[in-house]
């Protein structure tokens, strides 16, 4: 087990430890190079590595003629990269299924396979699903702000974020990627994403299934993917859109290449929540388009720090992607999820984190202060539009910014730079 890389700690980690307790088996999933093997060799205390070139093969061959025999060894068991050979999956599932001791393997994988196992895990096998590195992650927030103590209604709220706001284009260009957040070479850490965008675009997004798709296709279609980023953009406008660039894709072809894209973790469209409303409100389920790291966005359009920076209109798209990767990281440590709200009258929320017990938080993402007057307006137009009788009233509201102070305004609405913000 190779463990002299610099490792920094990840809120996964206690997700994990705590999934080992009460599971036989933890799958890991997310998009390559978050730090899935990492994260599981801390846990682990025997590795198989399917993608080792000089075992792969052989370790493949193996897969297919007798399974259980790969599955030896101590427990915690990492198997990174599982989909690589499926059937490992019905021979965890198996293996947990005539035994009662817990966190006995743990599998990661970059991808879902196109062959589905026979059996689904549900009730042996937990799923974690682990992002690239928020800000907190990073060191880049100073965590003065916690997310779980605004729902337990934590009433003092006062901090200043630390971050400038080059800093934040910075980050944002430099993405979570655990490689980059460690580079100390500020130009290097850059380049992981294009790396990530160039490699995935080359080969990966066609090893998924063994599918051959066209890669300059498949980067105009990222490239109009970018361009509509935090946006509810339908697959005919994002289609039209790549009529600019010359690509010709029928809309049947661009939801197959989407659905390469979201099968390989590079996309993580965010859903739209649909609560009890006072009054018959049609409410928009058109999902928001993004990806799992808004630096691959970036990574996409060829944009810098000093580009970002010249044009704000992206930056605040970009700024609001960034805020929903990071609420998404941080609302599932606290048994969370994160949802987007519009209703037919275009009142709408960037962001809703909802709780397993029923609480709800309602966030608007404003990059600069002059917008947060208006984002506390639709916060407060949304909690009158909601059946408090049946959904309760809000933990809280909240305008996150890329500005320096978190304070408390005189009608209830919080103000928080996503600088300051942990779970």
Same mark, same amino acid.
């Given at each position: @087990?190779?463990?002299?890389? /610099? #490792?920094?700690?990840?809120?996964?980690?206690?997700?994990?430890? &705590?999934?080992?307790?009460?599971?036989?088996?933890?799958?890991?999933?997310?998009?390559? !190079?978050?730090?899935?093997?990492?994260?599981?060799?801390?846990?682990?205390?025997?590795?198989? #590595?399917?993608?080792?070139?000089?075992?792969?093969?052989?370790?493949?061959? *193996?897969?297919?003629?007798?399974?259980? *025999?790969?599955?030896?060894?101590?427990?915690?068991?990492?198997?990174?990269?599982?989909?690589?050979?499926?059937?490992? !999956?019905?021979?965890?599932?198996?293996?947990?299924?005539?035994?009662?001791? %817990?966190?006995?393997?743990?599998?990661?994988?970059?991808?879902?396979?196109?062959?589905?196992?026979?059996?689904?895990?549900?009730?042996?096998?937990?799923?974690?699903?682990?992002?690239? @590195?928020?800000?907190?992650?990073?060191?880049?927030?100073?965590?003065? =702000?916690?997310?779980?103590?605004?729902?337990?209604?934590?009433?003092?709220?006062?901090?200043?974020?630390?971050? &400038?706001?080059?800093?934040?284009?910075?980050?944002?260009?430099?993405?979570?990627?655990?490689?980059? =957040?460690?580079?100390?070479?500020? /130009?290097?850490?850059?380049?992981?994403?294009?790396?990530?965008?160039?490699?995935?675009?080359?080969?990966?997004?066609?090893?998924?299934?063994?599918?051959?798709?066209?890669?300059? %296709?498949?980067?105009?279609? @990222?490239?109009?993917?970018?361009?509509?980023?935090?946006?509810?953009?339908?697959?005919?406008?994002?289609?039209?859109?790549?009529?600019?660039?010359?690509?010709?894709?029928?809309?049947?072809?661009?939801?197959? #290449?989407?659905?390469?894209?979201?099968?390989?973790?590079?996309?993580?469209?965010?859903?739209? !929540?649909?609560?009890?409303?006072?009054?018959?409100?049609?409410?928009?389920?058109?999902?928001?388009?993004?990806?799992?790291?808004?630096?691959?966005?970036?990574?996409?359009?060829?944009?810098?720090?000093?580009?970002?920076?010249?044009?704000?209109?992206?930056?605040?798209?970009?700024?609001?992607?960034?805020?929903?990767?990071?609420?998404?990281? #941080?609302?599932?440590?606290?048994?969370?999820?994160?949802?987007?709200?519009?209703?037919?009258?275009?009142?709408?929320?960037?962001?809703?984190?909802?709780?397993?017990?029923?609480?709800?938080?309602?966030?608007?993402?404003?990059?600069?202060?002059?917008?947060?007057?208006?984002?506390?307006?639709?916060?407060?137009?949304?909690?009158?539009?909601?059946?408090?009788?049946?959904?309760? /009233?809000?933990?809280?509201? @909240?305008? *996150?910014?890329?500005? /320096?102070?978190?304070?408390?305004?005189?009608?209830?609405?919080? =103000?928080?730079?996503?600088?300051?913000?942990?779970?």
């Amino acid at each position: @087990m190779e463990l002299g890389r /610099k #490792y920094l700690p990840r809120i996964a980690d206690d997700q994990l430890s &705590e999934a080992l307790k009460t599971s036989g088996a933890v799958q890991i999933k997310g998009p390559k !190079w978050c730090g899935k093997t990492a994260t599981g060799e801390r846990h682990s205390k025997s590795q198989l #590595y399917l993608q080792d070139p000089d075992k792969s093969a052989d370790l493949l061959a *193996l897969a297919d003629a007798k399974p259980s *025999l790969l599955l030896e060894g101590e427990a915690p068991r990492l198997i990174d990269e599982w989909q690589m050979a499926p059937q490992l !999956w019905d021979a965890v599932r198996f293996a947990v299924d005539h035994s009662s001791a %817990r966190g006995r393997f743990i599998l990661t994988g970059s991808s879902t396979p196109s062959v589905q196992p026979a059996h689904s895990g549900v009730g042996r096998i937990s799923s974690l699903t682990m992002r690239t @590195m928020s800000l907190f992650e990073a060191g880049d927030s100073s965590g003065s =702000v916690s997310l779980s103590s605004l729902f337990d209604q934590e009433t003092a709220v006062a901090a200043i974020s630390d971050l &400038e706001i080059d800093d934040l284009a910075f980050v944002l260009c430099r993405g979570g990627w655990p490689e980059a =957040v460690t580079e100390v070479d500020s /130009k290097l850490a850059l380049r992981y994403a294009f790396n990530y965008v160039d490699g995935l675009i080359d080969a990966d997004v066609s090893r998924i299934d063994d599918v051959f798709r066209n890669a300059t %296709r498949m980067r105009f279609l @990222m490239r109009s993917y970018a361009r509509n980023v935090s946006s509810r953009a339908s697959i005919e406008t994002i289609r039209e859109d790549m009529q600019e660039d010359k690509a010709s894709l029928s809309s049947t072809t661009i939801v197959d #290449y989407l659905d390469a894209l979201s099968r390989s973790y590079v996309i993580e469209d965010l859903a739209a !929540w649909n609560p009890a409303l006072r009054s018959k409100t049609a409410v928009r389920t058109s999902p928001t388009r993004h990806f799992t790291d808004p630096s691959i966005a970036v990574a996409t359009l060829r944009i810098s720090p000093e580009k970002l920076l010249q044009d704000f209109e992206t930056f605040g798209l970009l700024f609001e992607s960034l805020c929903v990767h990071d609420l998404r990281v #941080y609302a599932g440590a606290i048994d969370g999820d994160v949802f987007q709200y519009r209703d037919k009258t275009d009142l709408e929320t960037d962001a809703v984190v909802t709780l397993r017990d029923g609480r709800w938080a309602a966030i608007e993402v404003k990059l600069g202060s002059r917008q947060i007057d208006e984002g506390a307006r639709h916060l407060i137009a949304l909690e009158q539009r909601v059946d408090s009788k049946k959904m309760g /009233k809000p933990s809280f509201l @909240m305008v *996150l910014t890329g500005t /320096k102070s978190a304070y408390r305004r005189d009608d209830g609405v919080l =103000v928080v730079p996503l600088g300051c913000l942990k779970p």
